[in-house]
């Protein structure tokens, strides 16, 4: 799956990409109880579970191994996040690509070239010229 926004122009933004046993939601609309600012969709079958707010909080009220198992998933996200954005604020093109296929080699399989490039917050060109080892 791939959870990603629109700008004005009509780009797509790859915000998170996932795979099996991970779950993927808009934090922000959750807690704001607000319509998302992002599409999710799936790039393979999934099986998909939807939760209204009120059924959530019953649920982590009423069995304390679902609020630990959530809180676990969200410190995971959270770190994985941190790591991303200093990749993308510190690293170049061929650096954030390596780290990419490090952290998540299966990715490159699973994902068309330009959900990956968007992902990275390249073009496909440059995802391209790095895979070539034609890095600018």
């Keep these: 799956m791939r959870q990603y926004s629109t700008d004005e ?23 704001t109880r607000t319509p998302s600012k992002y599409n999710i969709d799936a790039w393979e079958n999934c099986e998909l579970l939807t939760i209204s707010h009120t059924d959530t909080v019953s649920v982590l009220d009423q069995i304390p191994s679902v609020r630990k198992m959530l809180q676990v998933m969200e410190e995971k ?25 490090k952290e998540y080699p299966n990715f490159m399989q699973r994902f068309p070239q330009h959900i990956i490039a968007s992902y990275l917050g390249i073009t496909k060109e440059t995802l391209s010229r790095v895979r070539r080892g034609n890095v600018l």
């Design 9 to 31: 122009k009509g780009a797509e933004h790859v915000i998170q990409l996932g795979i099996e046993t991970w779950w993927m939601g808009d934090r922000e609309s959750i807690v």
């Design 77 to 101: 996200n959270s770190i994985a996040n941190q790591k991303r954005l200093n990749s993308t604020i510190s690293l170049a093109a061929d650096s954030r690509y390596a780290e990419f296929v």
